[in-house]
C-alpha cells in the first residue's frame, strides 16, 4: 500500500476476518527492512495470530472480524501491535528500509494449508 516511507511513525489500521481452515497465511505485513524482507509479519496458524511463527499475538480469530492496528516508529526502530485495541505485541523492527504496508494472504511456510483467506475492510493508514 501505498506510500512507501523510511523515517516517522506510521500506523496501518484495518479490520480482518480470516475464514477457518486458513492456516500458515500472513495476512498483514511491513514489507522491507535493513536486514530482510519483511519487519514485520502476522500469520494465522489454526485461528491463532503469530509474529513469524513464533510468539503467539492473539488467540481464536477464526470466523470474526477483529481490528488490528500496527504501529511503527522507525526512527526509534520500535513496532506495536494491537488487536481490538488492546496492546499486544512490542518489538524492535529490523531496521529502516523502504517499507510499506501489505495486507491479504501470503503463504510462504511449508506448514501452510492449501485454502488460504483474509478479508479486510476500512484500511485506514496514518503518519504522525
Known sequence: MQP????GIWQFEGY???PHGTSGATIVQIH???QGNTTLLLRIYNG???YYDSEVIATDLYDKWFKVNLIHNVDEG????????????ESHDQGPGDL???CGVYGAPSDKSRYMESRWRDIKIYKK
Open 78 to 89: 520500535r513496532l506495536m501491535v494491537y488487536i481490538n485495541d488492546v496492546k499486544k505485541f
Open 48 to 50: 491463532d495470530m503469530r
Open 100 to 102: 510499506y504496508f501489505k
Open 32 to 34: 522491507g527492512a535493513a
Open 16 to 18: 480482518a476476518f480470516v
Open 4 to 7: 512507501d516511507y523510511t523515517s
